[in-house]
Antibody
Framework: EVQLVQSGAEVKKPGESLKISCKGSGYSFTSYWIGWVRQMPGKGLEWMGIIYPGDSDTRYSPSFQGQVTISADKSISTAYLQWSSLKASDTAMYYC??????????????WGQGTLVTVSS | NFMLTQPHSVSESPGKTVTISCTRSSGSIASSYVQWYQQRPGSSPTTVIYEDNQRPSGVPDRFSGSIDSSSNSASLTISGLKTEDEADYYCQSYDSSNQNWVFGGGTKLTVL
C-alpha cells in the first residue's frame, strides 16, 4: 500500500528555522516525483515545488523560490521542506503528494496527511 | 502563464447531477492533462480524476471528467449526489512554458 506519512504539527516563532518531512512507503521512492503544496487557513491549494528523489532534480514555483528549500534523502525514502527564517505568513497546512508516474501526466495520485505549521510570537 | 478559474461554490440536492467547471485563461485546455481533487473538511486532498477523465481505483463511476476545447475548459461531473460528496474540489494542470503546476481556486460543493 502506497503511503506518504508526514511529520507532526509544529509551533514556531518568527525567525526560527524548520524542516518538515514526508516519508514514502509501499513503492519505489526514487522513481516518483514528490511535490509540496501549501494551504493557508481557509484558502486553496498552492503548488510550491517538486523533487525527484532519484537524482534530487528540483523545481520551484516562482512564488516560493528562495523562500523554502526542498530536498530528499533516498536512503530513508524521505522528502523534506525547510525554512531558514519563518514568518507569520508561513502559517499553513503543508501537504506532500506523489506525482503520477506516466510521462505526460502532471497530476498527483497520493497525498500525505498534512503538516500544520503555526508561526506566532 | 495561465490561470484556472472555477466557480466559488455550487449546490445541488441529493440524487441530482452537478457539474463544476475549470476554465483555462490562455493556451489550449487540451495541451496538458487536467486533474481533479476532492478535499473534505478537515482532510487532505484525494484524487478523483486524473488525465482529464481517468478515475483512480476506488473512485465511484458517479465521478467523471471531460474537457471542451470550444470553451477551453474542463469539467467534473458528479451524478447521483450523496451528502458525502460535500467537499471542496480543485482542478489542476501543468504549465509547460515555465514547468509550473497550476491549481484552480477551488469550488465548494454543498449537497442539501
Amino acid at each position: 500500500e502506497v503511503q506518504l506519512v508526514q511529520s507532526g504539527a509544529e509551533v514556531k516563532k518568527p525567525g526560527e528555522s524548520l524542516k518538515i518531512s514526508c516519508k514514502g512507503s509501499g513503492y519505489s521512492f526514487t522513481s516518483y516525483w514528490i511535490g509540496w503544496v501549501r494551504q493557508m487557513p481557509g484558502k486553496g491549494l498552492e503548488w510550491m515545488g517538486i523533487i525527484y528523489p532519484g537524482d534530487s532534480d528540483t523545481r520551484y514555483s516562482p512564488s516560493f523560490q528562495g523562500q523554502v528549500t526542498i530536498s530528499a534523502d533516498k536512503s530513508i525514502s524521505t522528502a523534506y521542506l525547510q525554512w531558514s527564517s519563518l514568518k507569520a505568513s508561513d502559517t499553513a497546512m503543508y501537504y506532500c503528494a506523489r506525482r503520477i508516474a506516466t510521462g505526460y501526466s502532471y497530476g498527483f495520485d497520493y497525498w500525505g496527511q498534512g503538516t500544520l505549521v503555526t508561526v506566532s510570537s | 502563464n495561465f490561470m484556472l478559474t472555477q466557480p466559488h461554490s455550487v449546490s445541488e440536492s441529493p440524487g441530482k447531477t452537478v457539474t463544476i467547471s475549470c476554465t483555462r485563461s490562455s493556451g489550449s485546455i487540451a495541451s496538458s492533462y487536467v486533474q481533479w481533487y476532492q478535499q473534505r473538511p478537515g482532510s487532505s486532498p484525494t484524487t478523483v480524476i486524473y488525465e482529464d477523465n481517468q478515475r483512480p481505483s476506488g473512485v465511484p463511476d458517479r465521478f467523471s471528467g471531460s474537457i471542451d476545447s470550444s470553451s477551453n475548459s474542463a469539467s467534473l461531473t458528479i451524478s447521483g449526489l450523496k451528502t458525502e460528496d460535500e467537499a471542496d474540489y480543485y482542478c489542476q494542470s501543468y504549465d509547460s512554458s515555465n514547468q509550473n503546476w497550476v491549481f484552480g481556486g477551488g469550488t465548494k460543493l454543498t449537497v442539501l
